[in-house]
């Protein structure tokens, strides 16, 4: 009987001091600039993994972590497509679209947020491979990094599509 009782305190214990974890969501901030682009769709691709609500940590070349605390507000896909959308040009109605395949969008274990993948707008089209170094350390930090890589990015479009 005395056994019974030590094991049931103990279980009644272990019960009661679990921690929860908190989950966190995050969002994008919205951005303002002065590269504005002329198109009117905007379409995003990328691999599965990344389009999961856990945001993506990269661990080495070859593992990859998805958060589970740690997660998108919204779907991370309309999410970038509407994030892309604020460098559209008003009043522009029909092509070109702008069409953006990521092939990573996550955090990496070097300390950086990193953008890679390629895109096209109308008859112009390129790579890209940013990574743009944290602030701080956290989720918090990672997302504003990969916002500004975002922006970095539609700065480069801009660059190529108007220059002559």
Known sequence: MKKWSILIFALFVGCTSSESIET?????????????????????????????????YRLSETEVEVASHNVWAENVRNMLINQLQQYRMPDVNGPPNLSVHFERFNGSYTGNAELKGDWKLGVHSGDFDIKQPLDDEGYDALVQALNQGLDSLMQDIYSKVKTP
Do not use: Q, W
């Open 24 to 56: 966190k969501t995050y969002l994008l901030p919205r951005v303002e600039s002065d590269h504005m682009l002329e198109f009117d769709r905007v379409s995003v691709k990328m691999p599965s993994y990344l389009e999961g609500p856990g945001i993506v």
